[in-house]
């Protein structure tokens, strides 16, 4: 019988029905655990990925509907002012360059999710060189054009380049895509032999995700599409290939209007709103720590 379909009593296919939908990890059935947004999240039963279930097959303008300019620029789960927040990102990235540099030697770098460029340019100040890729064109012009950077506009899946490079970052990217795992693979073959995977992404089993529960910031869909702990990233990397070398904790920085943004989504609806207005006496430009056991990175080394 052709997927997809199904029989009625005469034995014809009257009626098209939907396909099931699987983990897109290992490809097993899950388990609605709660809606959120109109959305149903669920849980592989076989390794435990959480995903957003909106269908089988996304629609092509998924990128372009979810990742405009108003996901960098208004609030919600997304940015209040991703530009303001230059300086906090390239210091995150000159973090990350100076610790990747002292475990594997500062070379060719692949940003994928580069956004304005703030974090590969914190990656150059370290040492490193190499390109970016970003799907949003106000975000990939100001890279190209305001800070220098060789970025290419487009999604990564439609990435081509003849290269290869020593390390591909991607930093708060990995929930977003529609098909992790080949976006993995996909990076995995731009790599040298022995070369590096870095991600960074959010830690749903963290004590702040269980703390809030549904309310958790990251539970945004249709923004964000996955959800991962530290046995579900390891079990990512491993399908494509890829060796754990190390994971921790980042240290992180937000302004206050991003701050403020993100309790607003989290809080509004709940007894906790009556504390919202406490809230504007935090300037917007202020620096502010977040809370680290939040996210974590992984760093996976491409076997042979």
């Given amino acids: 019988m052709e997927p997809g379909f199904s029989l009625d009593s005469s034995g014809l296919y009257p009626e098209r029905v939907e396909r099931a939908i699987l983990c897109p990890l290992c490809e097993c059935l899950p388990v609605p655990v709660f809606r959120k947004s109109d959305y149903e999240l669920m849980d592989c039963r076989v390794c435990g990925h959480r995903f957003c279930g909106f269908g089988a097959v996304a629609p092509e303008s998924h990128v372009e509907t979810h990742y405009g300019d108003r996901y960098f620029e208004g609030g919600g789960a997304g940015y209040a002012d991703y530009i303001r927040e230059g ?24 940003d994928v999710g580069s956004a304005a460029g703030f974090f590969l340019q914190g990656l150059t100040d370290a040492g490193w060189h190499g390109k970016g890729v970003e799907p949003n064109g106000k975000m990939a012009g100001f890279a190209r054009h305001a800070l220098s950077l060789d970025v290419f506009h487009g999604p990564f899946e ?14 708060q990217v990995i929930a977003h895509f529609l ?51 530290i046995k579900g990233l390891r079990t990512l990397g491993g399908k494509a290939g890829l060796s754990v070398q190390a994971h921790g904790r980042p ?30 006496l935090l300037p917007d430009a202020t620096p502010i720590p977040y809370p680290s056991e939040d996210l974590f990175w992984m760093l996976f080394r491409k076997n042979g």
């Fill in 158 to 171: 439609a990435y081509r380049e003849n290269r290869r490079f020593d390390l591909v970052t991607m930093i």
């Fill in 87 to 110: 300086n906090l990102v390239r210091n995150h990235g000159r973090r990350y360059g100076k610790m990747l540099a002292r475990k594997l030697g500062a070379s060719a770098v692949l």
């Fill in 251 to 280: 240290v992180k920085w937000l302004d206050g209007a991003h701050a403020k943004s993100l309790l607003r989504h989290v809080l509004e609806g709940t007894p906790g709103a009556l504390a919202l207005p406490l809230t504007r």
């Fill in 179 to 229: 098909n992790p795992l080949e976006t993995v693979r996909q990076a995995a073959l731009l790599l040298k032999p022995g070369g590096s995977l870095f991600v960074e992404t959010w830690n749903r089993s963290s004590w702040t995700a269980r703390l809030f529960g549904q309310k958790w910031h990251e539970y945004s869909p249709p923004t964000v599409l996955h959800w991962f702990d």
